[in-house]
């Protein structure tokens, strides 16, 4: 079956601007997680939520990230006030349980200009 | 706190040479460690896990809780290695999976 998704693969914004991010993970998938990648920093967890838990804010302290779950198999991302240091690549990762592995997706390349 | 330190961003070997790359963690409960690797092009994805204790591609990783270590080795290290490795660790219950900073290999002919 499909890996985990992400879609857009590119995104460019403007600053000040709200943008959404979506993931799909692998169905059966309990754990989501959204990591934000840049050179030099590594991965940075912005947040990650278990079963049906359709909201879950943590790892980051600004409240501008967000993420919500409509669907067990799918997340967004939201960030709101987009600001240039947002720019990054941002992938979203799902894992069936812990500890097992977690499978990311090809991620999203976001350009605040 | 979990916590995941790889002092070293860039490494750098020869073909044939050992390598090792070096991987700290704090974490007050049983850790679950793993090494994770992301080639030029591709998606991050799992390399080894300390809870299976097998070598893939010819990698090792030993779990040191006295030293709180999970050190990611190889003795004779290839040119297609070249890739960026994170360390990851997770509780047992699986709440969250902190990555380090991640450690860019080059391995050069």
């Known amino acids: 079956g499909a890996g985990v998704s992400q879609s857009p693969r590119y995104k460019v914004a403007k600053r000040g601007r709200d943008v959404a991010l979506r993931c799909d993970s692998i169905s059966g998938h309990v754990t989501l997680y959204w990591y934000r990648q840049t050179l030099g920093q590594g991965s940075e967890v912005l947040t990650y939520s278990q079963s049906d838990a359709q909201r879950d804010k943590s790892g980051r302290p600004s409240g501008r990230f967000s993420a919500e779950r409509p669907e067990r198999s799918v997340s967004t991302l939201k960030i709101q006030r987009t600001e240039q240091g947002d720019s990054a690549v941002y992938l979203c990762?799902?894992?069936?349980?812990?500890?097992?592995?977690?499978?990311f997706g090809q991620g999203t390349r976001l350009t605040v200009v | 706190a979990q916590r995941v330190t790889q002092p070293e961003k860039l490494l750098s070997v020869f073909k044939g040479a050992p390598v090792e790359l070096k991987c700290n963690y704090s974490y007050s409960g049983s850790p679950e460690l793993f090494w994770y690797v992301q080639y030029s092009r591709q998606r991050l994805q799992l390399l080894l896990r300390h809870i299976s204790r097998e070598s893939i591609k010819g990698f090792t990783a030993d779990l040191n809780k006295g030293e709180t270590s999970f050190h990611l080795k190889k003795p004779f290290a290839q040119e297609e290695d070249s890739a960026m490795y994170y360390c990851a660790l997770s509780s047992y219950s699986g709440s969250r999976l902190t990555f380090g900073e991640g450690t860019q290999l080059t391995v050069n002919p």
């Open positions: 990762a799902s894992s069936s349980g812990a500890p097992l592995e977690a499978f």
